[in-house]
């Protein structure tokens, strides 16, 4: 799927359907990977340790095998999400987003890309209007380019309305994990607070005609509780990543072949890598 129709997608409310690389990241692996039914792969820089260069490979790979790379930058930078695009990056996940400014920065380095300073901030106030030329060069150079937010604190909570409001956002991401832990319930996924807000915040974002998703995980999320998640609006599945995803593969196929009883949500994964991967807790296992 090419970042046009992703983006299209997006504000259509239609499924869209990928997970995180996280250690499948060299070339004949992801080639391997590139013939699943993916139409997004989501590549993290902000808790991962992949560099520009590798960003860049995944980045390519993927792209000419039709499947949109999003890249998260590591914070609210410009030139960060520049970077990530000149890479080849089509979609730009901005982490933990809680005020216009940020949101709208991100927005003129990815829709309005390559113009910036003065020009780019007049642009985005009205004080000056694009001529008939730029316009049609601006759409055709960033078609492919989409901006998608992390609502991640209760602050981006109560700012919602505002910040999917803006020109420019095509879709809304939210990281379960700092959700919990910013509304003061961590990691407590039935907490009815928590689920309150996830909720509201789709059926909000679908209004606005906004993509939004959250990071799935079969360690937070059984199946009828996605499908609930679905049927109030969400639309861009982020599913787990390419190792949990993997691991959850062997757990069954181990079970399969050996007749063992597998946990229903599968055991911890290392607390490094839970915030990242939005894996399992051991406050949610069941022995």
Not at 87 to 109: F, K, L, M, N, R
Not at 129 to 141: I, N, V, W
Not at 149 to 163: C, F, K, P, Q, T
Request: hydrophobic content about 45%; aromatic content about 6%; overall charge negative.
């Amino acid at each position: 799927m090419t970042g046009e129709n992703l983006r299209a997608a997006l504000h259509r409310g239609d499924l869209v359907y990928g997970t995180q690389i996280a250690g499948w990241s060299h070339a004949p692996a992801a080639r391997l990977l590139g013939t699943a039914p993916l139409d997004f792969v989501f590549i993290c820089n902000e808790h991962m340790p992949v560099d520009r260069r590798e960003t860049t490979a995944l980045c390519q790979q993927f792209g000419l095998m039709g499947i949109s790379p999003i890249v998260r930058i590591p914070h609210a930078c410009p030139f960060q999400a520049a970077m990530a695009l000149d890479g080849g990056a089509e979609g730009i996940v901005v982490p933990y987003v809680e005020t216009v400014e940020e949101v709208q920065a991100i927005v003129g380095a990815v829709h309005y890309r390559p113009i910036k300073g003065r020009q780019l901030r007049d642009f985005q106030s009205g004080a000056r209007t694009p001529q008939e030329l730029t316009r049609h060069f601006l759409r055709r150079f960033n078609r492919n380019h989409y901006v998608i937010i992390g609502i991640e604190s209760v602050a981006a909570y109560e700012n919602l309305d505002a910040l999917i409001g803006l020109e420019g956002v095509d879709g809304v991401f939210m990281g379960p994990h700092d959700l919990s832990v910013s509304l003061e319930v961590p990691e407590q996924w039935d907490h009815p607070a928590l689920q309150q807000l996830v909720e509201d915040t789709i059926i909000r974002c679908r209004a606005a005609g906004v993509g939004v998703g959250i990071h799935l995980s079969a360690a937070i999320f059984l199946p009828d509780q996605i499908q609930r998640l679905i049927s109030l609006g969400m639309n861009w599945i982020l599913d787990a990543a390419d190792v949990t995803l993997t691991r959850q593969a062997l757990q069954e196929r181990r079970a399969l072949f050996c007749g063992e009883k597998r946990n229903r949500r599968g055991s911890a994964i290392p607390s490094e890598l839970a915030s990242c991967l939005a894996q399992a807790r051991p406050a949610r296992e069941k022995q």
